[in-house]
Every structure is written in structure tokens, then in C-alpha cells.
């Protein structure tokens, strides 16, 4: 029925996509080299990146990206700026993770 009405365009629909850690160094635990020959791999001391994104079935995509750690605060704010994007009913989709079931995210949920 929401898949439906999306494409009725009487709602946009939207799919959470779970808080994602990037690391920006290599992690490569084996390489092709010469048997024999070492290969050093140089990487940047620095902070991992998540990334919690909101994205439509039309590959819309509102992304969050933090250097702390992502916490039910960090989701509820994301939901609040989102907010301030969309224009017409919007449903958001999200799966059973604690982070989206805690009282801030219940609490917003009619908005």
C-alpha cells in the first residue's frame, strides 16, 4: 500500500539506512606482490567516519555523516533535519535496531 501510494506520488517513501562506520585507512589483509617483497602500506592517523542516510526507492539520498560515536541523540537530530527537506507526507521506513526504538524517536514520531 505505501509502495502504491509512492507511486501515485501522494508520499515520498523512505528507507533508513543503519548507522555505517567507514574507516579511512586501508584494511587489506593480504596483497599480490613478489614472493619475497614486502609492500608497506602508509595511512593517516584518523577518526572513522559513520554515516546514517535516509534514501528513497528513486535513489534519493540524505546523508548524515558524524566522527563521534552514533547515538539515539545523533539519529533524533538527523530525523530533524530531514524534516526541515521534505514538502509533502513523507513515511520513513527503519528496521528493529535499538537506535530507532528509544522515547526521543517515539516521541517525534506523529511529526
Known amino acids: 500500500m505505501l509502495v502504491e501510494q509512492h507511486k501515485n506520488g ?3 517513501l523512505f528507507f533508513a539506512v543503519v ?16 614472493k619475497g617483497k614486502k609492500i608497506k ?5 584518523s577518526k572513522r567516519l ?3 542516510g535516509l534514501m528513497s526507492s528513486n535513489n534519493r539520498l540524505a546523508a548524515y555523516p558524524t566522527e563521534t560515536t552514533t ?3 545523533f539519529i533524533v537530530q538527523c530525523r530533524d533535519d ?15 535496531a535499538p537506535i530507532y526504538r528509544c522515547q526521543a524517536v ?3 514520531i506523529e511529526q
Open 10 to 12: 501522494n508520499i515520498d
Open 50 to 52: 559513520s554515516i546514517f
Open 82 to 96: 530531514f524534516m526541515k527537506t521534505i514538502n509533502k507526507p513523507t513515511v520513513v521506513v527503519v528496521d528493529n
Open 19 to 34: 548507522p555505517t562506520g567507514i574507516l579511512p585507512y586501508p584494511d587489506i589483509l593480504y596483497g599480490w606482490q613478489l
Open 106 to 108: 517515539y516521541e517525534r
Open 71 to 73: 547515538t539515539r541523540e
Open 41 to 45: 602500506l602508509v595511512s593517516r592517523d
